[in-house]
């Protein structure tokens, strides 16, 4: 009974985080309806990762795993970003930081794994992964070592930690799905990364007329 209220507390979350990003990306950058269903989006995204990894004790799915806790990488950083004034922030972002550093670890112990079983499971796929978060750790290292960090740089690192975070909102029901929509997961999990891009540089530019409006007011 509790195993299926967690179940459709999941999926009930799952989509309201998915309507709270909608809200959020066609609000006004910076207004109170963006914020509000940002936050609408973050909660629902945590609780929704915190419920998948308990699916896990019974069930362990690495990509669900990995998927999850690159949530949690992907929120704590956007929300960190613009909220510097947060006690601590500093130091959760370098926990994060870590954090993905054993993410990373892990995708190329299995792959590695994989090559050595020679099991079915193409080993490229936990590589590629692991390539790709390797960019969001340069990334992050670029970030900490700035002696100044201007309004636009944060805005800009909430926009690509948050559309990453998007793209497991996307990405997560189509695999629950991917029998019945008859699609490869290999081709759901990357093709899902295609968001981060496009979502970034569709409302960075929107995100950098925020903060020059902030800017002139001040």
Known sequence: ????????????????AAGGAVIALAASK?????????WTFAIAMTVAASTAWTFMIARPLPLAMVQATLTFYGLGMALLAVNPQWRGARVYEWALFVLLIVVIAGMIATSVNLIRVGGPVPFVAPLFMAAI???????????????RV?????????SLNMSLTLSFTVSAPLITFANELG???PAIVFGSFLV??????????QAARAAAAKASAT
């Open 1 to 16: 009974m509790i195993d299926q209220l967690t179940h459709i507390l999941h999926l009930i979350l799952g989509f309201g």
């Open 30 to 38: 910076g207004g109170r309806a963006h914020r509000y269903a940002g």
């Open 133 to 147: 978060f390797l960019f969001f750790l340069v990334l992050d290292w670029r970030y900490f070592r700035l002696e």
């Open 150 to 158: 201007s309004r636009f740089q944060r805005l800009r690192r909430h």
């Open 183 to 185: 699609l490869p997961v």
């Open 196 to 205: 981060v891009p496009l979502v970034y540089y569709v409302f960075t530019p």
